[in-house]
């Protein structure tokens, strides 16, 4: 899918992640920038996260910023569904 | 070879000496006695009417003897405020003296300036009950050859009496002075209180230099340092920044994680067994451990229940409970607010206290032996109860031993409380990164997801059980919060040694290694 509009979801609180997402032109790829306050100890599970999800919504052209305080893993994933689907535009009820 | 507690401790170590390990809270305490000697307290004369008025600190410091491989301490009264660490280092440094031992009775975040000094070999060993930030970080990486020193503050005084720490020149700020070096902190504009980590750098110190920025007509009242320690005495214009000493800690926290825990642990005490007319209690200035007063000052008046004293570092919280009647006396070794200095200077019931009564292990009864309930905080804590408050999940050196161990080894209760997982960060382990505390002196762990009692304190379980509060087993916990996290990937260390733990009888609980960059 292509992401039609720049959106971000979450907040800079300790336990939460901020994502930013932008749309970016075609074939550009995929440009990620993670930073995390438990990156040694969860890194690897979050890149996979994020990959995962971007991977499920078929996103190939897209700049996703993440800024983690320590969120878990629900967390990390509802933030990420969320700023997809804005950015998607195909937010529904409460996301709108 | 391997302490009781199964930690790795070498058996000497460079620049530090012989070590011994940690063989059980009380088993060096049972004898009766110390083995070490105490060193001689140095002995000095002076000339009736000589004058101890130095013009600056340099002056004063230039008059103290400074030489290569000295040792010079500090008191931390004046918390994040304080200036005049840095300012003597400096001093120091800028005339060349190298090779120094810092022995500060703990570092905070506004001594972050000394860490140049650090790297260049101004100040090569340090012995500390804390330390933080930038210098916490730094050592954590191995910028010191020979590794720091933790202390407890009744370890320190243990220190200080047997020359493990040999202090050449002590530096010690009061907020009131007189011109013979009379000190207090419980009055002027840089007021912070109690100065008892200060009183035994005093006795021992072979020069003490009292710097304060409000030079009163003789006699400074109280006497909380007396004349007969003091060697110099320098007026300044700030002896720290006052909006920093006197920081806003004791406003009770409205997180409502720390206020569940807290509202927990008041339960517990409450149904401890402990909690009888008479009972002394303390608490840390803390998020949910002040918040354990709240609760317990509302429970003490319901039942109309007056305790004995309360201990330790003193918030305007205590006040408030001493002057509503509830405790008859405040023993404070270390004051947090204005209200506190204001207290202390002006209630009699509110006793200024020196560290070596507060903590010492070694003499005929320091205080915390009479503690009934003490709360705690832990930056770890793992399922033998063992605490760690000196070494943060990143592995960085980022907080203080204090009087946690001192405290918790005199304790009947001793309740740790904290979140089951910080910022994604389980901290109930399998094992903890460092050991401060000993799991022996834990009774019991208070987290927002159950109460975890020490599997030695049956009675106090089944109390606790009939009161109808949800205890879990601890290793079911630490598999419960795991399982909420995520397993965290572990940090990697080299087998540098950068720093030591020492129990508060002086044998080593645990050490710290060097973390990997």
Redesign the interface.
């Known amino acids: 899918m292509k992401p039609k509009i720049a959106a971000q979801s979450g907040t800079f609180e ?2 939460d992640v901020i994502v930013l997402i932008e749309p970016l032109p075609e074939n550009s790829g995929r440009k990620i920038e993670i930073s995390s ?2 990156m ?6 979050f890149n996979r996260i994020v990959v995962e999800m971007l991977d499920q919504y078929e996103l190939t052209d897209i700049h996703l910023i993440a800024k983690d ?5 629900p967390t990390i994933k509802a933030r990420l569904e969320t700023a997809i689907k804005r950015s998607l535009d195909l937010q529904e009820g409460t996301l709108k | 070879m391997l302490n009781s507690l199964g930690r790795e401790i070498p058996e000497y170590i460079e620049g530090i000496g012989k070590l011994e390990p940690y063989q059980g809270a009380l088993t060096k305490l049972r004898k009766g006695w110390m083995d070490e000697p105490t060193i001689p307290a140095p002995n000095k004369a002076y000339l009736p009417h000589q004058s101890k008025l130095c013009k600056t600190l340099e002056e004063a410091i230039i008059r103290s003897n400074p030489h290569n491989g000295m040792t010079v301490s500090f008191h931390h009264h004046l918390r994040n405020g304080d200036i005049l660490l840095v300012q003597t280092l400096t001093i120091l440094h800028n005339m060349g003296i190298r090779e120094i031992t810092l022995a500060s009775s703990s570092l905070n975040e506004c001594h972050d300036p000394i860490l140049p000094y650090l790297k260049d070999g101004t100040v090569t060993r340090i012995f500390s009950s804390g330390i933080r930030s930038q210098l916490g970080q730094a050592i954590a990486m191995g910028v010191l050859d020979t590794p720091v020193v933790i202390h407890s503050h009744g370890g320190r005084v243990r220190s200080i009496h047997t020359g493990k720490i040999q202090i050449d020149l002590a530096v010690i700020p009061a907020s009131a002075a007189d011109c013979e070096g009379n000190a207090t902190g419980s009055h002027g504009k840089s007021a912070f209180g109690s100065i008892g980590y200060a009183v035994i750098d005093a006795r021992y110190a072979k020069q003490v230099i009292v710097v304060t920025d409000n030079l009163v007509d003789f006699p400074c009242i109280p006497l909380s340092i007396s004349q007969n320690f003091i060697d110099h005495v320098v007026l300044v214009d700030s002896i720290g920044d006052a909006s920093k000493i006197a920081t806003g800690t004791t406003r009770i926290t409205n997180s409502p994680m720390d206020l569940r825990i807290a509202k927990l642990a008041a339960d517990v005490i409450e149904h401890s067994g402990f909690f009888v007319p008479g009972f002394a209690f303390q608490v840390g200035a803390g998020g949910a451990s002040l918040a354990v007063a709240k609760f317990i000052r509302e429970k003490m008046k319901t039942k109309g229940l007056k305790g004995s004293f309360m201990l330790g570092g003193i918030t305007s919280y205590c006040v408030d409970m001493l002057n509503e009647g509830l405790f008859e006396t405040i023993f404070d070794v270390q004051s947090f607010d204005a209200v506190v200095s204001n207290s202390l200077l002006n209630n009699r019931r509110h006793i200024e206290i020196p560290a070596a009564l507060y903590a010492n292990p070694f003499n005929c009864g320091c205080i915390t032996n009479k503690i009934d309930v003490v709360v705690l905080g832990a930056l770890e804590i793992d399922v033998d109860f063992n605490v760690n408050v000196i070494t943060g999940s990143e592995g960085k050196i980022r907080g203080a031993s204090g009087g946690h161990s001192d405290t918790a080894s005199g304790a009947k209760l001793t309740v740790v409380v904290c979140p089951s997982f910080r910022g994604r960060i389980p901290i109930i382990k399998k094992r903890v990164h460092t050991i401060v505390t000993p799991g022996e002196t834990v009774h019991v762990l208070v987290t927002e997801r159950g109460i975890c009692v020490n599997p030695a304190f049956k009675e106090l379980e089944e109390n606790l059980r009939r009161a109808g509060l949800n205890i879990k087993e601890i290793h079911d916990l630490e598999i419960e919060v795991d399982q909420i996290t995520g397993i965290p990937a572990p940090l990697e260390y080299t087998d540098k040694i950068v720093g030591i733990v020492e129990y508060r009888d002086g044998t080593i609980i645990d050490v710290i290694r060097q973390l990997k960059e």
């Open positions: 300790s336990s306050s438990v040694h100890q969860f890194g690897a599970s305080k320590g969120a878990l893993e």
